[in-house]
């Protein structure tokens, strides 16, 4: 089970501190006898001073640690390689306490300094230059006072903040657990091993190694599973937690209890999240005072608008929206113990976050219904607009420096965080660059800021690159994820299910590619018309129309196209065996093929009818991978396959519509496969009429329901005086029919129990 063979460690079985002690000897050798022993005795007196007067002698009396967590590490892991399992425990546990306790040291002091000498007077500038001498007095004097505040704390602190990245990283991805849990199992602690792994899992999703030796530890007899336990878990994580499990109970005054102190907690979290993003970069290359400044600010500003996103991973596991939906519970709770107005504001908090969320906007029409509600009741919440502004305003800086900080040689304002998508795109325009102009004969321009734009819509739409030119071994063509979320694609396979017809957009062919299968389709026109008659879901729809626009965007910014691209057709495609279908096929789903010209056999590849020589770009969403075979693939002819792309939820490939991208599906041998297939073009004369007229119908559509709903309301108004009246409905002890009778408020989507619990199964049971 070790990792690492005992007998491949090194040999030198000496604890830091014992070496410190046996380079000081060294040097005592050399000197003369009585002037060791007259200097000790001095030492011994002057030592006894300094100790009880330094800092290392904590308030309380007992002595503080001299070994920073980073020295307790390197120790623990020296002793695990040595199998000294019960050391290795003992730095490993000290080393994870002394981390923590360094953290808070740090955001203390920075807390601290803040509030006491961070104070700027506005108005009293004569000048900018006076201005600015201000500002950085009082950088000044916040310096001052940190660094007092590390040495008031403890001097290891201030050791400690100067730790190895490397180091730091390593407890940032809890590597301590990594060796603790095996030297915890080698001194029988079986449930602390399991915890420990698990912890480590948690954080490190993929580690094989690791899943077994969780799974080991499982099943050693006399391992009580409901001793596993997180060791990472945080107060704000745990109450959240328990909320969503009195939400499943129904018991709602212990929800809004809990959940207000988790947010209370979340708060704190964030806060501490943010002043720990005030820590070193990597040292700026810069040599300008301003700019080496504005290179460390801009660092810490992307670490800090980070923390929502970092605060959000339960259990390592991504919560979406996972602040406002504190607010869901508590709207849904407030209401059922009788506090309205609670609930209006738990509300309001919600959409100033999340302000086109549908379900929650469904809710302030119910809430705005009730009688005793007033409009100003829906006011949020102070602390969400405290941290909503901060994060807009810091979003919009950023934003501001993305846009703005563009160079082109050797960019010298560093831009550390640079991600995938935005390399990915940059080599991409190196490569197309390179070949100037694709196959298609069109020439494309590159306008500079179009990088960053890219960063940023691609990350606020929470797509990524997943491949590009060099991995799909071709031109002008991509994979990327994130375009739909499962729920998006679940609800547009039900679409597909029922509005897409056999035949519809292959001019009435139901197997127009191959005699073994079955193509059925929807236009966007028809899933308009549908919608209008009350045969489609009308939200879903939508969906249908925005994911289109979301991808054909994508497309155009990440080609970098400067004239506009418009949609020449789009076609939502479930494609299945037909019954009885042999089970291995050597034909294709889909031949290869090039979007806008004939293939002919001999490689070339017309640019002429019955071609669609208008489409310019391509692009597929997929929306499931519940079936057999499918895969997307790129060839170089009809013979040779480039590249292939599994068919999964959200994954979208893209890629330009001529011979440098002949195409095609292999053959889906079991169950359905459904995509939505876009072709675009630069050319507007040959722009998708249908998709006008689907937007024309839903627009219309949408606008008579909202009317049909204001009449409605007042009669449902009538209704709900008629039923119950507000304060019958709090005195009502029975809440479930309460909520029954009132039932347009949307309660919160899925509870944390369960989400939690189903993920803990499937960890420990499914995974292993
Ligand atoms: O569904 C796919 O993956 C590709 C379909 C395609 O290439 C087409 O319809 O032109
Ligand atoms: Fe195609």
Known sequence: MSKVNANSSTSNNTSIGTRRVIIWLKYLNKWNIEVIMSFWVMSCVLLFFIFISSPVYSVSGSPKTELTYADYYEAGVEAYLDNRWKECINFLEKSLKEYSLHRSALVECRKSCRKKDFVLRSGVYHDRGTMFMAFYEEIIKNALCIMKCYHRSNSLYVRSVAV???????????????????????????????????????????????????????????????????????????????????????????????????????????????????????????????????????????????????????????????????????????????????????????????????????????????????????????????????????????????????????????????????????????????????????????????????????????????????????????????????????????????????????????????????????????????????????????????????????????????????????????????????????????PVHADNCVLLTDGRCLKERPAYTWRDYSAIVYLNDDFDGGEFIFAKDKETVQAKIQPTCGRMVGFSAGVENLHGVEAVTRGRRCALGMWYTLDSKHKEGDRDFAEQVLHKLVVRTSEEENQGEKTKIHFDDDKKSPKNQQNNENEDNVFTSTNHLNPPPVTQERKQDKRRDQQIHEDL
């Open 164 to 590: 190895a990245k490397e180091t730091e990283q390593n407890f940032e991805n809890k590597m301590p657990y990594d060796y603790l849990q095996l030297c915890y199992f080698k001194e029988e602690h079986i449930e602390k091993a399991a915890s420990a792994a698990y912890t480590y899992l948690l954080h490190n999703k993929d580690q094989e190694v690791m899943k077994n030796n969780l799974k080991y530890y499982l099943e050693l007899p006399g391992m009580d599973v409901t001793k596993l336990n997180y060791l990472e878990a945080k107060e704000y994580q745990e109450l959240y937690i328990k909320a969503g499990n009195k939400y499943s109970e129904g018991n709602y005054g212990a929800v809004v209890e809990l959940m207000e102190q988790a947010l209370i907690e979340y708060q704190k979290a964030l806060e501490e999240c943010r002043f720990l993003c005030e820590g070193a970069i990597e040292s700026s290359p810069e040599t300008e005072l301003v700019l080496s400044i504005a290179n460390f600010f801009t660092s810490s500003l992307r670490c800090k608008v980070d923390c929502p996103d970092k605060l959000s991973v339960i259990y390592g596991e991504k919560n979406e929206d996972f602040l406002p939906s504190h607010y869901h519970y508590l709207q849904f709770a407030y209401f059922h113990i009788g506090k309205v107005r609670k609930a209006c504001e738990a509300v309001a908090s919600y959409l100033l976050l999340m302000p086109e969320d549908p379900i929650m906007i469904e809710n302030k029409v119910f809430y705005s219904k009730l009688n005793e509600v007033q409009e100003e009741w829906f006011a949020p919440r102070q602390e969400t607009v405290n941290i909503y502004h901060e994060q807009e305003r810091e979003r919009s800086l950023l934003q501001f420096i993305e846009n703005e900080f563009i160079f082109q040689d050797g960019d010298s304002f560093q831009n550390e965080s640079r991600d995938e998508v935005q390399n990915a795109v940059e080599n991409m325009q190196t490569d197309s660059n390179s070949t100037n102009t694709g196959s298609t004969g069109m020439k494309k321009e590159h306008h500079k800021r179009s990088a960053q734009e890219i960063q940023f819509w691609t990350e606020s739409n929470k797509i990524q690159v997943i491949l590009q030119e060099k991995d799909l071994n071709g031109t002008l063509r991509f994979a990327a994820d994130g375009l739909l979320t499962n729920e998006q694609c679940e609800k547009l396979v039900i679409l597909a299910n029922e509005g897409a017809v056999n035949g519809d957009g292959y001019n009435g062919k139901q197997s127009p590619h191959t005699e073994f299968e079955m193509f059925e389709g929807l236009t966007v026109g028809r899933a308009a018309v549908l919608a209008n008659n009350g045969e489609l879901d009308v939200e879903t729809v939508i969906l249908l129309l925005n994911v289109s626009e979301k991808a054909r965007r994508f497309v155009e910014m990440y080609f970098k196209l400067e004239s506009s691209l418009y949609f020449a057709y789009t076609h939502l495609v479930c494609r299945r065996p037909v019954p009885d279908s042999p089970e291995k096929r050597k034909d294709l789903s889909h």
